[in-house]
């Protein structure tokens, strides 16, 4: 399955690099939000406070709880594994799916797998893909993107988990 926000990121990828990004390194464009960020563990929270009142903003509390454990774990990831702090999320919230995407500067693919269930690590990308109702890892010539969908409640599938990549 792909993600139908690369476009989008490239084309924020240019404005960056040509100086012709707001101030602040984030925008809004109707529904969708996006920011360049360097990750930090107070960050995170933040980042999660601007991406829960831009669902609220967009009408979409349904997909508040699953969109923000997976904002929270994909951010986490870039923080303890991408070797460096420097990302970009993306935020779109369509009429049956918010989609997010978050882009680093990893080549590697994380792993989802198995945590032992007393372990405080390891669970998150397994819960993200069991909850989301799609999660997959697309390569990107800088490193790679980290995307999920959570689809409106009325629209996902049964078990609540489309899965794939």
Not at 17 to 22: M, N
Not at 77 to 88: D, Q, S
Not at 148 to 153: E, H, L
């Amino acid at each position: 399955m792909e993600f139908p926000m690369p476009e989008l990121l490239a084309q924020t990828a240019v404005q960056d690099a040509l100086g012709q990004s707001p101030s602040g390194r984030s925008r809004t464009l109707g529904a969708q939000w996006e920011a360049t960020l360097t990750v930090t563990e107070r960050g995170i929270a933040y980042i999660r406070h601007a991406v829960r009142a831009h669902l609220r903003r967009w009408d979409r509390e349904d997909a508040e709880a699953v969109t923000l454990l997976g904002v929270s774990e994909l951010l986490t990831n870039v923080l303890r594994h991408a070797g460096t702090p420097e990302a970009r999320i993306a935020v779109r919230a369509e009429s049956a799916a918010v989609y997010v995407v978050v882009s680093d500067l990893d080549r590697r693919f994380p792993v989802v797998g198995a945590a032992d269930l007393l372990s405080e690590d390891g669970r998150g990308l397994a819960m993200l893909e069991a909850l989301a109702d799609g999660f997959g890892v697309t390569a990107t010539p800088s490193g790679k993107d980290v995307w999920f969908r959570v689809a409106r409640s009325g629209a996902r599938r049964p078990g609540g988990r489309g899965g794939g990549t």
